[in-house]
């Protein structure tokens, strides 16, 4: 496949100390669904405005479909963007609003018309052509944004935080008929969000961003499973951090050693931080035996439904949470109660290693 | 109801009612039945006849000062539109140096705290034969001796009306154009439309309300206005509403006077009604 948007370099200066996005390369593949995921000011919006032309990068090139688009304004650039609170033209009806864009394609008054019936009709708010944004609920207005903007078939359609304004229950939602609608379409999505679940269940492809870099640019599962730095492991998902230093073929924390299955290319007692995921730690069974067993003492325990959040604390006082669902033959009052002790375990291959000492 | 409570209704709602009935009203009813009777020298008697109102149709002088009048005030608005909408644009989507902002729209506004009468002078001063805009034009040698065209005539009217009103076009142009959310702008070129079109389709439509209501302001403050005329209008560039306080003053003509000022007082809620109909329907986003 070719790649549709190449970032070359791309750097965006607001003044010699306030750098929004710094030296960013890049390139996303035609039909690809890309999530820039970062913490609000990591630069992810300004790079995305960069693609649609809002604002021009101060150093590097942008190509779309190999051609140098860079200083291209957005009007005659091949990509739509759905804008965060969806800017709908209130002045105009439904089918004018998607209907906007269409008279610059050369397309008639009457085709237009249609083109923007069948795009409602694609989101399913058919029946609403003839009324105003204002009269629309917040799901709807965010589907005529849609619309608006795939019915011009760009190149590539950029969403700059699309779900934000919607209530949790119709984000859900609308998370599963946006992926579902960028099969249909084909079309190249580029989004930014800050959502990290969001990005993890929508997207081909992650861009972590962290103060204007790339973190890290993968799959969502190879994000999850092996993040390159502290920061995305912190960033996508939930991830106990312990202080250690490097110890024959593992690791030694405070707590105790721990086996690691990482290649750890560090010389023996050098400073590392190890982290693992709550839902891979086991609080073991009395009497039962593991591998990297750590023994602790219950602090606090949250239950929220699916399942038990666990607080436990180390020998040396560290705190590390442990998930576990719910088994259905646990009665309220086995859950566990603070105080107890207890031992926790993660396997070696679920360990991650990074070097130095962080501070999360 | 109780009794403290319904004794502070009374006042909170009697008071201004009172105020509009004493001092709008009870004038107006005042004006209406003077319009109806008919002068005797040298005051007038009371009568039921639209004798007054006949003269102000059949004198082409009355007609003719009110069609001036019309055009004046019509082009005061134009000329304060076509000078407010830009500047007021500029202010909102190009100005983005805060500071200078501000010190731009306050040199727009702070006219309005200098006397008016001081701000009518200003043009005479400026426009007159001795004016800093005769001197100019005799030190640039573009003209030998000073001229009397500037002052005294309709473009000295329409120019001093222009600056002393325009602050009133700049005020809801410029917070009609700020309520614009500025994604619309970009929405508009991310659909592909060239800047110009963007400003046809989008910025012009959203900011009617504001020209409507600076168009309102302007023209009606510049059909009432009668110090301008008496200042820098000369017998060319009389409006009606001088014409309405000589009729009060040295032509004793009241029934007259009261008559041209209910006409003006028609035409002014006719302007204000109609303005009023162009911003609801901007509003509510209505064909």
Redesign the interface.
């Known amino acids: 496949m070719a790649a549709i948007i190449e970032l070359q370099g791309i750097s965006k200066h607001y003044s010699r100390t306030i750098i929004g996005v710094d030296n960013v390369s890049l390139s996303v593949e035609d039909g690809e669904f890309v999530t820039l995921l970062g913490p609000s000011g990591c630069g992810k919006s300004t790079l995305l405005r960069m693609i649609?032309?809002?604002e021009a990068p101060t150093h590097g090139k942008i190509r779309l479909a190999g051609q140098d688009v860079t200083h291209v304004?957005?009007?005659?650039r091949d990509?739509?963007?759905v804008?965060?609170?969806y800017?709908?033209?209130?002045?105009?009806t439904v089918g004018e609003n998607i209907a906007?864009?269409l008279k610059?394609?050369g397309k008639g008054r009457d085709e237009a018309r249609r083109m923007a019936a069948e795009a409602l009709e694609m989101v399913g708010l058919a029946d609403k052509i003839d009324q105003?944004p204002?009269q629309l609920s917040g799901g709807q207005r965010q589907r005529v944004a849609l619309a608006?903007?795939i019915v011009?078939r760009p190149k590539v359609l950029l969403l700059d935080e699309p779900l934000s304004a919607l209530d949790a229950r119709l984000r859900d939602q609308m998370r599963i008929e946006m992926k579902h609608l960028h099969e249909k379409v084909g079309i190249t999505f580029i989004m930014v969000t800050h959502d990290q679940e969001e990005a993890l269940t929508m997207s081909d492809r992650v861009v972590v961003m962290e103060k204007g870099r790339v973190a890290q640019d993968g799959r969502p599962q190879d994000l999850y499973d092996h993040p390159a730095s502290p920061y995305v492991a912190n960033f996508i998902g939930t991830t106990n951090f312990l202080a250690a230093r490097r110890s024959g073929a593992g690791v030694a924390t405070a707590a105790g050693p721990l086996q690691v299955e990482e290649a750890v290319d560090m010389p023996d007692g050098a400073e590392v931080t190890v982290g693992f995921r709550p839902e891979k730690t086991r609080i073991l069974a009395p009497g039962e035996t593991a591998a990297n067993a750590l023994p602790a003492r219950i602090a606090e325990v949250i239950y929220y439904g699916l399942g038990l959040r666990i607080t436990v604390e180390l020998a040396d006082g560290a705190q590390v949470h442990v998930d576990t669902l719910l088994p259905d033959t646990l009665a309220r009052s086995d859950v566990p109660r603070p105080g107890t002790p207890v031992t926790i375990a993660v396997e070696p291959h679920n360990i991650f290693v990074f070097p130095g000492k962080v501070v999360v | 109801m109780s009794g403290p409570r319904s004794l502070s209704t009374v006042l909170i709602l009697g008071i201004p009612i009172l105020w509009v009935v004493v001092f709008m009203l009870l004038p107006y009813g005042i004006i209406v039945t003077y319009s109806f009777w008919v002068k005797a020298y040298p005051t007038f008697k009371p009568a039921f006849q639209f004798g007054n109102y006949l003269t102000l149709v059949t004198d082409p002088q009355y007609v003719q000062v009110l069609l001036r009048t019309l055009k004046i005030s019509a082009l005061v608005s134009v000329l304060s539109l076509l000078l407010a909408y830009p500047f007021a644009w500029w202010l909102v989507f190009r100005c983005h140096n805060q500071s200078l902002k501000t010190w731009a729209y306050m040199a727009v506004i702070a006219p309005l705290w200098v006397s008016y009468l001081l701000r009518a002078y200003i043009w005479k001063t400026i426009l007159g034969t001795e004016g800093i805009l005769n001197s100019f034009l005799m030190s640039t040698g573009i003209i030998s001796e000073p001229s009397s065209l500037f002052l005294y005539n309709q473009f000295a009217m329409v120019v001093t009306l222009t600056y002393i009103f325009i602050p009133f076009m700049v005020m809801p142009i410029y917070t009609a154009l700020e309520r614009i959310p500025a994604n619309l702008s970009e929405a508009s070129s991310d659909l592909g439309m060239a800047p110009w079109q963007t400003f046809l389709k989008v910025t012009l439509p959203l900011s009617t309300p504001g020209i409507a209501a600076g168009f309102t302001l302007t023209f009606c403050l510049s059909f009432g206005d009668f110090i301008a005329p008496f200042l820098v209008g000369g017998p060319d560039g009389n409006l009606i509403a001088s014409v309405i306080q000589s009729q009060f003053g040295s032509a004793l003509n009241w029934p007259l006077g009261s008559a041209l000022s209910i006409v003006m007082l028609v035409i002014v809620l006719a302007i204000v009604s109609l303005s009023d109909r162009i911003e609801a329907r901007a509003n509510t986003g209505a064909h």
Not at chain 1, 87 to 92: E, N, Q, R
């Open positions: 649609g032309g809002f304004p957005p009007y005659r990509v739509n963007m804008f965060q609170d800017a709908l033209f209130p002045h105009m906007y864009g610059m394609l105003r204002m608006r903007a011009r």
